[in-house]
């Protein structure tokens, strides 16, 4: 199926499911149970979610057994970058960095907003490195 913009940003719109995208982004595939944990919603509730993140196509499922993991489709979550970054107004032109030119002129209150999300990004790749690397041991 093909869904426009719209429908992927309308169902995106709800912060579970945008919480939901984040933990399968972070640390990889998980069950119901395991991503009811992470929320702090119910088994039921979650698999209400993951049904239509996985219509709109951001995620999907293999069954392995009797555990279903759940995964990020990664080619869907480029679309959906590829779509913001046409109407993005920061100034970096999908790079995630703002240009030397919309710096200069950037107010205080939007660079401190910008150190601000750059930090938690960083948060999360040394998160996820540690993890991997736990993993490796």
């Given at each position: 199926m093909?869904?426009?913009?719209?429908?992927?940003?309308?169902?995106?719109?709800?912060?579970?499911?945008?919480?939901i995208i984040e933990h399968l982004k972070t640390k990889g595939p998980l069950g119901t149970n395991e991503i009811a944990k992470l929320v702090g919603i119910t088994p039921a509730a979650v698999s209400q979610h993951l049904k239509i993140l996985k219509q709109i196509g951001l995620v999907r499922s293999e069954r392995k057994g009797y555990w279903i993991p759940y995964s990020l489709d990664e080619e869907a979550l480029e679309n959906c970058r590829r779509e913001l970054n046409k109407i993005c107004s920061c100034g970096c032109g999908g790079t995630g960095k703002f240009k030397e030119e919309e710096m200069k002129s950037s107010s205080l209150e939007s660079l401190k907003e910008y150190e601000r999300e750059m930090g938690n990004e960083l948060k999360i790749v040394r998160e996820r490195i540690k993890e991997i690397e736990s993993e490796k041991k």
């Open positions: 093909n869904f426009e913009p719209f429908d992927i940003f309308k169902v995106l719109g709800v912060e579970t499911r945008v919480r």
